[in-house]
């Protein structure tokens, strides 16, 4: 059954560096989502991407936060400066179809862990 | 706005007992209604989705939901459970039921520890 990958699984990073996240989507599958869980609190959205573009995005995706497609089936969040805040599970998800109704499949996530 | 509320964040229960997990959503338009599941060291995985139609609904590893429209629930349920249902376990919405790319919301999750 095909799935959506990330690497890597864990990322320790000094507070200030630029990490990068990776997300292998599901390869017939159009939107695309990045997720985040700081430990002990919800999971929140961060941003939707569709057609090589921004659909939406949450108060939490700041200047930071950057997102892209480069080669057609890699999915990428970079955070350009980590804050001890960024600290949390980050989550990639893809879906197929159009509709609310369509299930979004998650990916194992990266947890990043800001020193 | 569209939310989740999860009532319970942890709930330990002996195997081969019955478990319900509660969730109560608040939406202003009709909804779709997701349960999803995290095992250890996995992604989250469905459990099961309402969309419309008969107020039961089946899923994997036997577990169902009700959704009841008037006390605005979708609480999860198995008869017994088994060791390798420990989890954690959350219920989420779709922030916008007929948006194109609509992302979800979600509770904070319940955390279903079965003690052998």
């Known amino acids: 059954e095909p799935e959506v990958t990330q690497t890597p699984s864990h990322q320790v990073t000094q507070m200030g560096q630029e990490v990068i996240l990776r997300c292998v989507p599901i390869s017939n599958h159009l939107y695309f989502y990045w997720y985040r869980q700081i430990l002990g609190q919800k999971v929140e959205f961060l941003v939707s991407f569709y057609n090589n573009e921004i659909s939406e995005k949450s108060e939490i995706f700041d200047d930071q936060f950057s997102v892209e497609r480069p080669d057609g089936s890699n999915f990428t969040l970079k955070i350009r400066s980590t804050k001890l805040e960024d600290s949390a599970m980050y989550f990639c998800a893809s879906r197929a ?15 990043l862990t800001v020193l | 706005a569209q939310s989740v509320t999860q009532l319970d964040s942890q709930v330990p229960v002996f195997e081969e007992a019955p478990v319900e997990l509660r969730c109560n959503y608040s939406s202003s338009v009709s909804v779709y209604l997701f349960w999803y599941v995290q095992y250890p060291n996995q992604g989250l995985q469905l459990l099961l989705k309402y ?3 008969s107020t039961l609904v089946k899923g994997i590893n036997g577990f169902e939901a009700e959704f009841n429209k008037s006390q605005t629930s979708f609480h999860l349920r198995k008869p017994s459970v088994h060791i390798s249902d420990t989890a954690e376990y959350f219920c989420a919405l779709p922030l916008a039921r007929n948006s194109g790319n609509t992302p979800l919301v979600f509770g904070k999750g319940t955390r279903l520890s079965v003690i052998a």
């Open chain 2, 51 to 53: 969309l419309s139609g």
């Open chain 1, 97 to 111: 179809g159009t509709s609310g109704a369509d299930t979004q499949y998650f990916g194992p996530g990266t947890r």
